[in-house]
């Protein structure tokens, strides 16, 4: 708030923001430019920076904080924020009288910048290793003249009149004067002037204390005084501009801190509107921040904000001032030390992070890989713990894109690569379908041929109802979520063998996935199965088709999970779920050699996404290496252009698994799966000309070009694969944090050695043996070799491995497959260059009818 009478405005007027040094500018260019040089062996820090004066009040894509409980866009400009799993509006039934269920915009009172148009016109650095946003700003000297004074929290006329001098500030009030200072009604003058000083503020929200926001700052300067005084713009928070709460209350009011005061703003409102079934969402918001700041030469100075709501306790006022204390009381504390990084409030999130960064990639040779993979981990990191079972959004926790809604992009593209760095964060992701299966099974009933079992909403927020806003379609036929959710369940299993969970959690979500899809399937007079009305992953076809192939084969694992799950967990399965199983229809056109994407699909029509090429990766459907070949071709010719990011990705992992002689389809796939990354930190956009920002279901799909791709990871029941192969432009790859049956394992390649080295992290041993040759290795036979922690095997370059729990293991005995034998007897190949003879339909495929 400012002091001007009501009806007028102004700003502070100070002298104009001074460039920063150019020479400094066309180094931050070229560093960002070049990637930091070589990022192999540490020389890149994780840190992304930008120094040109320009860039941050002229930024299109900001830099965004969060830990999975808060997320937020720290621009500046914008002065709220969203909590996992607070949304406003109504399911899908209720669209006619409410507004859609979308993510609340809640108040960020710590997303502050500087009084006059100086704010972060020194650049900024995002430090992905640490989640720490730094803003910096050059403010020119002052001198002593009378300026506008813009109220800060706690402030008003009243206060104006009585406050005389403070920290190095004399205010007085001058009412309605307009020749005092710009018309304001409380003026203010340095004491003394100051020398240009470089303002620092570091944001970042804590990964342990999941309610708190933290910014630091600190300042710079030239000779001069021992203290200088800046002058923050704190947002301006009116019930106004969050309509997604009523009722709100704001206040500003005291708080003792061992001692010291504080000034605290409050905040608390309830969402306007719930879906049916839930409760209107209580968020209570506290901080303390000051308008004005005397700053020490040499010292640093702490500002923070918490945030709960009644999805998280029962006394949302309570809490944020408890922890607003909490914090104030430990910053204090650690103001102490001197330095920021050693206190005991930084360290914690710091080490958390830390932990988190244990799993990653280095690519010598690939500086621009290695950021982006790192920026996309961030990003996803970003939005998700495993604590608080809220799931994942298209944009990410900072964002609304999408109104906040989790998708198949969750499971499909985001979960992979979590799973295999992080699984209790995957394990989290699955939490969340199991807790919102009541809505599921409403969902399967509400049509009006009812279904039985589970089906999952196409959009979800709260309850797991459906909340895909008119006038789409998918809300009612993009079935094959329900299919996704139950392939990730498999692949969690698969890489955990967590049977507690299967048995407790996961099973009654296969069963009654399983149940849904044999209501669904139609049975035909020679006794074949379909899957009719329906829309499949490519959404051009939005009207309904008949015997999507993507949609029957995830339908089909699905089916026969749920009765491997059975087995597991000693439940009795329904003879059902297997007829139906291998009774689906799976077409081919055996003229073009390919798979039509549904019954009745003219060659050349255009789709808008990834969909049959997802077959082979992640769907595990086997088929001949020229069948393969013509999907990536013929479906590339007519995908959209300007589809979603992560479509390319998956072109770019089929060229892998074909191996030698598609290096260079394989490397301009790969490249363009992550050419929607924007300077300067690489935020994802939906589209290569903008949609959804931050798109992390993009940043999933290119993570999975990495390990699934390049470094070749496939999941099997008893054993997972490792088939690696280089990038082009790599001279070494590694891959760290890898997760498997509780341990933690490494693969290092390197080019020239013509050796990948797997190093087994932590954990109990492994078995580890070639199950395919590379060409030339000279290899004749192999046995297992087993690895206890802290050990490592060497094996040539291009071959693949099976890792698997050692006491199963036994030594092979024999002869080591090789690339022209592995598949000969089935006529197929599961990729990575093993061809094979034999015919070139799949048992089970059956030709397309009506396919032009």
């Known amino acids: 708030g400012s002091s001007v009478p009501q009806g007028l405005s102004c700003r502070a007027r100070g002298a104009e923001c001074w460039p920063i040094n150019v020479m400094e500018a066309i180094v931050g260019r070229l560093l960002l430019f070049l990637g930091a040089v070589s990022v192999h ?208 209350e704001v206040s500003s009011r005291l708080l003792d801190v061992g001692g010291e005061e504080h000034m605290a703003f409050t905040w608390n409102g309830v969402t306007v509107a719930a879906e049916p079934g839930a409760e209107r969402v209580i968020v209570a918001v506290m901080a303390s921040i000051p308008a004005v700041a005397r700053l020490d030469r040499g010292k640093w100075y702490v500002a923070a904000a918490s945030f709960h709501s009644s999805l998280d306790t029962e006394n949302p006022t309570g809490m944020v001032e408890s922890d607003l204390r909490g914090a104030l009381r430990d910053l204090a504390a650690d103001q102490l030390t001197a330095d920021q990084a050693h206190g005991v409030v930084f360290s914690a999130h710091e080490a958390a992070w830390a932990e988190l960064w244990k799993s990653g990639v280095t690519i010598e040779g690939r500086a621009d890989v290695e950021k982006a993979v790192k920026s996309s981990t961030y990003y996803i990191l970003s939005s998700l ?190 003879p059902q779920w297997q007829e139906v199983a291998d009774g689906l229809v799976l077409l081919l056109d055996e003229g073009q050699q390919a798979h039509p994407e549904f019954e009745g699909y003219k060659w050349g029509t255009p789709i808008k996404q990834a969909d049959v090429v997802l077959l082979p990766y992640p769907l595990e459907m086997p088929m001949p290496q020229q069948v393969r070949l013509n999907d990536l071709d013929l479906y590339a010719k007519v995908t959209d252009k300007n589809g979603p990011a992560m479509t390319w990705g998956m072109h770019a992992i089929g060229y892998i698994m074909s191996g030698k002689g598609y290096e260079a389809q394989a490397a301009a796939n790969f490249d363009r799966s992550f050419a929607n990354v924007k300077q300067p930190y690489l935020i994802w956009t939906e589209t290569p000309t903008g949609g959804a920002t931050n798109f992390i279901t993009g940043a999933g799909g290119f993570l999975q070009t990495i390990t699934f791709g390049y470094f070749g990871l496939r999941i099997h029941r008893d054993h997972v694969t490792l088939s690696p192969s280089m990038m082009e432009g790599a001279t070494v790859m590694e891959n760290r944090g890898l997760q498997y049956l509780g341990r933690s394992f490494t693969v ?29 290795s000279g290899i004749e036979g192999s046995e297992a070799k087993i690895l206890q922690a802290g050990a490592s095997a060497s094996f040539p370059l291009g071959s693949t491995l099976s890792l698997k729990d050692a006491a199963g293991a036994q030594p092979s005995q024999g002869a080591v497959t090789t690339p022209s034998r592995l598949f000969a007897t089935v006529g197929v190949d599961a990729g990575f260059g093993a061809s094979a003879g034999g015919p070139a339909g799949v048992p089970g495929l059956v030709a397309a009818g009506g396919a032009g």
């Open 41 to 248: 062996g540490g020389t890149w820090d994780g840190t992304l920076r930008i120094a040109d004066e320009r860039s941050i009040a002229k930024l299109e894509y900001s830099a965004t904080i969060g830990n999975g409980f808060i997320g937020a866009i720290m621009d500046a400009k914008t002065p709220s924020l969203f909590l996992a799993g607070v949304f406003n509006g109504s399911d899908a039934s209720q669209r006619a009288t409410n507004a859609i269920s979308h993510r609340a915009a809640a108040p960020n009172p710590l997303n502050v910048g500087l009084q006059g148009s100086c704010t972060g016109n020194a650049g900024g650095i995002l430090d992905l290793q640490r989640a720490v946003y730094t803003r910096r700003s050059r403010i020119p000297s002052q001198g002593t003249d009378w300026q506008c004074h813009l109220y800060g929290y706690g402030q008003d006329d009243a206060w104006c009149q009585t406050a005389g001098e403070q920290s190095g500030v004399r205010y007085k009030f001058v009412g309605s004067d307009p020749s005092a200072c710009d018309g304001c009604w409380c003026c203010r003058q340095l004491v003394q002037a100051q020398p240009e000083v470089l303002l620092e503020q570091r944001f970042y929200a804590h990964r342990t204390r999941s309610s708190l926001l933290v910014m630091e700052y600190d300042a710079s300067w030239e000779g001069g005084p021992d203290s200088v005084v800046v002058f923050f713009d704190l947002p301006e928070i009116k019930q106004a501009d969050f309509r997604d709460f009523a009722g709100a």
């Open 385 to 574: 713990r495993d604590d608080w079972h809220h799931s994942l959004s298209p944009g990410g926790l900072p964002s609304n894109a999408y109104n906040g809604h989790t998708f198949w992009d969750t499971e499909t593209w985001m979960y992979p690569p979590l799973l295999a760095w992080y699984p209790k964060l995957a394990r989290s992701l699955l939490q969340y379908r199991v807790d919102r299966l009541p809505a599921s099974e409403a969902k399967a009933k509400s049509y009006e041929k009812p279904f039985d079992g589970a089906m999952f909403a196409w959009e979800s927020a709260v309850t797991g109802s459906e909340t895909c806003p008119p006038p789409w379609s998918m809300g009612e036929l993009e079935q094959h979520i329900s299919a996704d959710i139950a392939f990730a369940v498999r692949q969690y299993f698969y890489m955990t063998s967590d049977v507690s969970w299967l048995r407790d959690h996961g099973y009654e979500l296969l069963s009654k996935v399983a149940d849904f899809w044999v209501s669904k399937a139609e049975r035909d007079g020679s006794g074949q199965y379909h899957m009719n009305h329906v829309v499949p992953p490519d959404e051009y076809a939005d009207k309904g088709v008949d015997d999507s192939i993507y949609t029957n084969w995830v339908a089909k694992k699905a089916l026969e999970f749920a009765g491997e799950a059975a087995d597991v967990v000693g439940k009795q399965k329904k």
């Open 748 to 776: 290092h390649c390197d080019a020239a050695a013509g050796q990948q080295i797997v190093t087994l992290d932590a954990g109990e041993a492994l078995a580890v043996s070639v199950v395919m040759a590379a060409e030339g």
